[in-house]
């Protein structure tokens, strides 16, 4: 069975500060996807990674694939009250056209 | 990209009865997935609806609780079957479609359904 975990599952810090989350599995995912979910609406796709290594930028938010496509990071710089929501990461099922989502990390940034 | 509404966008509905949820696509769209979301809690996917054949059910859920139709390439609905407060949640419908540079999954705003 093919899991992501997130890690930390809630993050509560002050605008401005730094802060990196985690999706880890013991399974090789061809691709990782990263996606964004705000109060009353869907996720929305930030990125995919698709490389061993591969690093991503959009705008403060890095986004970095592990070589051995087991793990990625999202990596936020200087964090704004607008990055508050919830991110989940995503991967291909190898066994079935679907996707596999991660426990998901709840982000609240405090102004 | 795909641009998906849904109806309704919340309920709040009695024990034992029914609801359905339904789910537009602006594209034709071979897969529609649906999922669920507990308060707080990531996705969980209840299956895959393919145009002109019956839906896949992931392990846990059933035809019987979440029948889902899936007349044509643009269109599908869920119920929610026999509801109890168990089943509160949002409800999601997903589809792939082709992205920038791969196939993405676009979803749509939800449904948030409370059970009484």
């Known amino acids: 069975t093919q899991l992501l975990e997130q890690s930390p599952q809630f993050l509560s810090i002050q605008e401005g500060e730094n802060l990196t989350v985690y999706c880890n599995s013991s399974?090789?995912?061809?691709?990782l996807q990263w996606y964004r979910q705000e109060p009353g609406e869907g996720p929305v796709l930030l990125v995919t990674?698709?490389?061993?290594?591969e690093v991503k930028k959009l705008k403060r938010l890095t986004f970095q694939f592990g070589d051995a496509r087991k793990d990625s990071s999202l990596h936020i710089t200087a964090a704004q009250p607008g990055d508050t929501g919830l991110y989940l990461c995503?991967?291909?099922?190898?066994?079935?056209?679907?996707?596999?989502f991660g426990s998901g990390t709840r982000l609240s940034i405090r102004p | 990209s795909a641009v998906i509404s849904q109806k309704p966008s919340r309920d709040i509905c009695q024990r034992g009865t029914s609801l359905t949820i339904q789910c537009q696509v602006d594209?034709?769209?071979?897969?529609m997935f649906w999922y669920r979301q507990q308060p707080g809690q990531s996705l969980t996917l209840i299956a895959t609806?393919?145009?002109?054949?019956?839906?896949?059910?992931e392990s846990g859920f059933v035809i019987d609780k979440f029948p889902i139709s899936r007349p044509n390439l643009t269109f599908s609905t869920l119920t929610v079957s026999n509801m109890s407060p168990e089943d509160s949640s949002i409800y999601l419908c997903?589809?792939?479609?082709?992205?920038?540079?791969?196939?993405?999954?676009?979803f749509g705003p939800g449904t948030r359904l409370t059970v009484t």
């Open positions: 594209s034709q769209v071979t897969m």
């Open positions: 997903s589809v792939e479609a082709p992205g920038q540079v791969f196939d993405e999954q676009y």
């Open positions: 995503a991967g291909p099922s190898r066994s079935a056209s679907k996707i596999i």
């Open positions: 399974s090789v995912f061809s691709s």
């Open positions: 609806a393919n145009q002109g054949s019956e839906a896949t059910y």
């Open positions: 990674v698709v490389t061993g290594g």
